[in-house]
């Protein structure tokens, strides 16, 4: 009895000692130190090849692999010469092209797509958002160029209005836009792109009324109670009067073609008599006043509204026996200007009645 005991002792001993020697292989704890061993990443799944076989317009491509055969269009873009109706009135529209323009800019595409696509190998990215039963994709010569990015780039594809299309498309819409290439090439003068109307009028600054000085008079005396003696007031003092006067543009500026930025200035420039001295209006001689400029960003296909205001000048007129004698500077006329590019857009040139100001003298 007793050597089964120590049999079944020896045999625990041994159990025991084997369990800890397996434990001391491994850390419980190790799966906390690699999460991510339990899910081994999936494996790498190489991009399809497809063979383009035609190019059967600028944005529609003829292509197959492994036995299947599928016509896929280019994604967020439209190509003139290969757009259908409402295409061709989108691409006018924010464009500003002529029919013929389009065209020219379709054929051109559609050489430059088949020049880079014959015989090669494409990766095609489906759009997710693409009509469904059509086969619309970003399509990518195989390690190479983006076909779609290419003509936006070359100004011969415009975006979509509504499209998902990477941020690069839209830089490269936004230089060919400003370098004016291909379809964002503008067909009007620069004269001809913008209308401009303008209101311009004649405004008095408004000014607090002065306070008059208190009159001062003698101190009474008791017999003044009866007979005051007499006020003493100046029969010189001279009637005057001011005005400060200054030139108002309401300015409302219209810009056409392809959506292009435009930096604008509008210069008003008052037109000034004046004297240094002082005398009767016939007086007053032309004398140069400074214009006021205003910049204005503006682009094709936008209207904007502006306000520009010149400095003030200043009309004095003195009442001296019965003649009105005048000092300072009298606004007459003003010269509105609209620059883009140093070149004049626009120019008006206007007068003012004198007796506008004369009114406002008090």
Same mark, same amino acid.
């Not at 999460?35 to 190489?46: I, L, R, S």
């Not at 500003?96 to 430059?112: F, I, P, V």
């Not at 009067?241 to 300015?251: I, T």
């Not at 420039?269 to 503006?298: H, I, N, Y």
């Given at each position: 009895?007793?050597?089964? %005991?120590?049999?079944?002792?020896?045999?625990?001993?041994?159990?025991?000692?084997? +369990?800890?020697?397996?434990?001391?292989?491994?850390?419980? @704890?190790?799966?906390?130190?690699?999460?991510?061993?339990?899910?081994?990443?999936?494996?790498?799944?190489?991009?399809?090849?497809?063979?383009?076989?035609?190019?059967?317009?600028?944005?529609?491509?003829?292509?197959?692999?492994?036995?299947?055969?599928?016509?896929?269009?280019?994604?967020?873009?439209?190509? =003139?010469?290969?757009?259908?109706?409402?295409?061709?009135?989108?691409?006018?529209?924010?464009? !500003?092209?002529?029919?013929? %323009? @389009?065209?020219?800019?379709?054929?051109?595409?559609?050489?430059?797509?088949?020049?880079?696509?014959?015989?090669?190998?494409?990766?095609? *990215?489906?759009? &997710?958002?693409?009509?469904?039963? !059509?086969?619309?994709?970003?399509?990518?010569?195989?390690?190479?160029?983006?076909?779609?990015?290419?003509?936006? %780039?070359?100004?011969?594809?415009?975006?979509?209005?509504?499209?998902?299309?990477?941020?690069?498309?839209?830089?490269?819409?936004?230089?060919?836009?400003?370098?004016?290439?291909?379809?964002?090439? &503008?067909?009007? #003068?620069?004269?001809?792109?913008?209308?401009?109307?303008?209101?311009?009028?004649?405004?008095?600054?408004?000014? /607090?009324?002065?306070?008059? &000085?208190?009159?001062?008079?003698?101190?009474?005396?008791?017999?003044?109670?009866?007979?005051?003696?007499?006020?003493?007031?100046?029969?010189?003092?001279?009637?005057?009067?001011?005005?400060?006067?200054?030139?108002?543009?309401?300015?409302?500026?219209?810009?056409?073609? =392809?959506?292009?930025?435009?930096?604008?200035?509008?210069?008003?420039? /008052?037109?000034?008599?004046?004297?240094?001295? #002082?005398? =009767?209006?016939?007086?007053? $001689?032309?004398?140069?006043? =400074?214009?006021?400029?205003?910049?204005?960003?503006?682009?094709?296909?936008?209207?904007?509204?502006?306000?520009?205001?010149? *400095?003030? %000048?200043? +009309?004095?007129?003195? !009442?001296?026996?019965?003649? $009105?004698?005048?000092?300072?500077?009298?606004?007459?006329?003003?010269?509105?200007?609209?620059?883009?590019?140093?070149?004049?857009?626009?120019?008006?040139?206007?007068?003012?009645?004198?007796?506008?100001?004369?009114? $406002?003298?008090?």
């Amino acid at each position: 009895m007793k050597q089964r %005991q120590r049999g079944a002792r020896a045999a625990a001993a041994v159990a025991l000692a084997l +369990l800890a020697w397996l434990c001391s292989a491994c850390d419980p @704890l190790s799966f906390l130190d690699t999460p991510t061993a339990a899910k081994p990443k999936p494996p790498h799944t190489p991009a399809r090849v497809w063979d383009c076989h035609a190019v059967l317009a600028a944005d529609t491509f003829l292509c197959s692999a492994d036995r299947r055969i599928v016509t896929v269009r280019l994604a967020h873009v439209l190509v =003139p010469g290969a757009a259908d109706e409402a295409g061709l009135r989108a691409l006018a529209q924010r464009t !500003m092209a002529s029919r013929e %323009q @389009l065209a020219a800019c379709g054929q051109r595409a559609n050489d430059l797509v088949t020049t880079m696509l014959a015989g090669q190998q494409l990766v095609l *990215e489906p759009d &997710p958002y693409a009509t469904p039963g !059509m086969v619309t994709a970003r399509v990518k010569l195989y390690g190479g160029i983006d076909v779609g990015q290419r003509l936006v %780039q070359e100004g011969l594809a415009m975006l979509v209005a509504v499209s998902n299309a990477p941020a690069a498309y839209r830089d490269d819409e936004l230089r060919a836009i400003e370098t004016e290439r291909g379809i964002w090439q &503008p067909v009007l #003068s620069a004269d001809q792109r913008f209308t401009v109307a303008a209101q311009v009028s004649l405004q008095r600054v408004g000014r /607090p009324v002065a306070e008059e &000085p208190a009159l001062a008079l003698p101190p009474l005396h008791a017999r003044d109670l009866v007979q005051p003696p007499p006020l003493n007031f100046d029969d010189t003092e001279e009637e005057s009067g001011n005005a400060a006067m200054y030139c108002h543009a309401a300015v409302t500026i219209s810009a056409a073609g =392809p959506p292009k930025e435009h930096e604008l200035i509008i210069s008003l420039q /008052p037109l000034v008599k004046g004297t240094d001295l #002082s005398g =009767p209006l016939e007086s007053f $001689e032309r004398m140069e006043a =400074p214009a006021t400029e205003q910049s204005l960003t503006l682009r094709g296909g936008e209207t904007a509204r502006t306000d520009v205001a010149t *400095e003030s %000048q200043e +009309l004095y007129r003195v !009442m001296r026996a019965n003649r $009105e004698i005048y000092s300072g500077y009298l606004i007459d006329g003003y010269v509105l200007r609209v620059y883009c590019e140093g070149a004049i857009i626009y120019s008006s040139r206007d007068t003012f009645d004198p007796a506008r100001t004369l009114a $406002e003298l008090r």
